[in-house]
């Protein structure tokens, strides 16, 4: 009995070392599929970076050749055309502005205008009054010069005192 026992625990032992290698070759091949999955990831992601580099690089190319292109020289037509491009980008704000003021000094002159017509639309409602006349601008200045006060001479002439300073102030005299 012992033997069969011997044999019955060899029997045992054997077949927990054949599952331990079991499960071993398992984990093994499972994390083998892990590496091979991230080997692919990693994989993946060197090929897209040499993809753009590659881009970046005919980008590189290109932008090399259009600059060489630029820096060839220009024909007379091409740098007149330039120049008049530049000059027209530069002009073109300027005269806007010009325009604005153009406008704005239209709309001055219209608002004088207007305002000149008032005052003399005003100018010709005010009557001079029907008293002073020549012969009446003469006596003022004679009696003035003569050292007759402007009180005296505006009641003398039936006319009131600003009159009388006016003729004078008209007539350079006061």
Avoid: C, W
């Amino acid at each position: 009995m012992n033997e069969i026992l011997t044999n019955y625990s060899i029997e045992i032992t054997i077949a927990i070392l054949a599952f331990i290698i079991l499960y071993l070759l398992y984990y093994i091949f499972n994390k083998d599929a892990q590496y091979q999955k991230n080997l692919r990831s990693v994989a993946s992601v060197v090929e897209e970076l040499n993809r753009e580099i590659f881009y970046l690089k005919k980008t590189l190319k290109e932008t090399h050749k259009k600059l060489e292109n630029k820096n060839r020289t220009l024909s007379d037509d091409e740098i007149y055309s330039e120049i008049e491009r530049t000059v027209y980008d530069m002009v073109k704000p300027l005269s806007i502005a010009i325009k604005q003021l153009e406008e704005s000094v239209i709309a001055i002159d219209n608002q004088i205008d207007s305002r000149i017509a008032n005052l003399e639309s005003g100018v010709k409602s005010i009557n001079i009054p029907s008293s002073i006349h020549a012969n009446d601008d003469e006596k003022i200045i004679s009696l003035y010069k003569q050292g007759v006060s402007i009180e005296t001479i505006a009641k003398e002439l039936h006319i009131s005192k600003p009159e009388v300073e006016f003729v004078l102030k008209i007539n350079k005299i006061k």
